[in-house]
T-cell receptor, first 112, second 115 residues
Framework: AQSVTQPDIHITVSEGASLELRCNYS??????LFWYVQSPGQGLQLLLK??????LVQGIKGFEAEFKRSQSSFNLRKPSVHWSDAAEYFC??????????FGSGTQLTVLP | DAGVTQSPTHLIKTRGQQVTLRCSPK?????VSWYQQALGQGPQFIFQ???????QRGNFPDRFSGHQFPNYSSELNVNALLLGDSALYLC??????????????FGPGTRLTVL
């Protein structure tokens, strides 16, 4: 069975600081990995995805993520956080079944 | 190009009632999935519809059922509502069959409150 763990429930950073959100997954084959962002009361917006190839993937809004097979991780990073990045972030794993399994999310607070 | 749309936005029901939620997929998408997101949790997969049939199902009771129409739109029905069914229900659509991996585009969700 596939699963996703996001170890950090809540992270607080200052505006302009760098950010890293952690994601560990469990999947029996080559995973398809995603990061989504959710603002309060809203649906999910896709930030980036990894299917194959280059292990460093670029997404929207200046986010990037690195796939590390040896560590079963897919951490999300941003060099300089903006106040508008405050939201909840979800890591997800998919596969041939095309259903997504999500982590429990990391709430990001950005201090001015 | 319209994205995934869902209706209604909010819904309040009482225990024991039945509810129907609706979803229109993104243009060109033929697969629709439904997810339940309880407060403070990540979305949980309910089921997926393709070619008007339920193709996969998550760990949800039979009170949860669905339908897909020839135009690919979909409905989620929940019978005998429980307080624990209160959640944000998200619809997601996927491109045509053959694209594995689970790339899905989500709608804004329907907030269901059961009193």
């Amino acid at each position: 069975a596939q699963s996703v763990t996001q170890p950090d429930i809540h992270i607080t950073v200052s505006e302009g600081a760098s950010l890293e959100l952690r994601c560990n997954y469990s999947y029996g084959a080559t995973p398809y990995l995603f990061w989504y962002v959710q603002s309060p009361g809203q649906g999910l917006q896709l930030l980036l995805k990894y299917f194959s190839g280059d292990t460093l993937v670029q997404g929207i809004k200046g986010f990037e993520a690195e796939f590390k097979r040896s560590q079963s991780s897919f951490n999300l990073r941003k060099p300089s956080v903006h106040w508008s990045d405050a939201a909840e972030y979800f890591c997800a794993v998919g596969g041939s079944a095309r259903q997504l399994t999500f982590g429990s999310g990391t709430q990001l607070t950005v201090l001015p | 190009d319209a994205g995934v749309t869902q209706s209604p936005t909010h819904l309040i029901k009482t225990r024991g009632q039945q509810v129907t939620l609706r979803c229109s997929p993104k243009s060109g998408h033929d697969t629709v999935s439904w997810y339940q997101q309880a407060l403070g949790q990540g979305p949980q997969f309910i089921f997926q519809y393709y070619e008007e049939e339920e193709r996969q199902r998550g760990n949800f009771p039979d009170r949860f059922s669905g339908h897909q129409f020839p135009n690919y739109s979909s409905e989620l029905n929940v019978n005998a509502l429980l307080l624990g069914d209160s959640a944000l229900y998200l619809c997601a659509s996927s491109p045509a069959a053959g694209l594995a991996g689970g790339l899905q585009y989500f709608g804004p969700g329907t907030r269901l409150t059961v009193l």
